[in-house]
């Protein structure tokens, strides 16, 4: 069996005691005061905390049942026009496709031409 060289803290690992060693519980504003040049320096760089974040946005609810339409339709859209859109679906009683085909049935109504 071979030993290990000895690297010098034999002795300091005797004495170790862990229960000396506590967890930082301090809140942000009390460890401010600890390093207040690189607070600073962090707050003239524009660097915002992670532990005063907002709350991210709620999503919205989903749209999904069985219809039959298999092909997808990807558009780029304000969002007004999004809202105004799933509005008409929601009054309606519809689903995003079938909305669709109603919009497409009275462009081609309304305009025969095209």
């Given at each position: 069996?071979?030993?290990r060289?000895?690297?010098?803290f ?8 862990p ?12 460890r ?8 600073k320096?962090a707050?003239?760089?524009g660097f ?9 946005p709620?999503r919205k ?6 219809t ?6 990807n ?12 509005a008409i ?8 496709g ?7 049935a009275?462009?081609e ?6």
């Amino acid at each position: 069996m071979t030993t290990r060289p000895d690297l010098g803290f034999g002795a300091e690992l005797e004495r170790f005691d862990p229960a000396e060693w506590q967890a930082d519980t301090a809140k942000p504003q009390e460890r401010a005061g600890r390093a207040p040049a690189a607070i600073k320096a962090a707050e003239a760089v524009g660097f915002q905390s992670r532990e005063a974040a907002p709350p991210p946005p709620a999503r919205k609810e989903q749209r999904r049942r069985r219809t039959g339409r298999s092909a997808q339709f990807n558009l780029k859209v304000k969002p007004e026009t999004i809202d105004a859109f799933c509005a008409i679906a929601d009054r309606q009683g519809w689903g995003l496709g079938e909305t669709l085909e109603h919009a497409v049935a009275l462009l081609e109504r309304d305009y025969p031409e095209i």
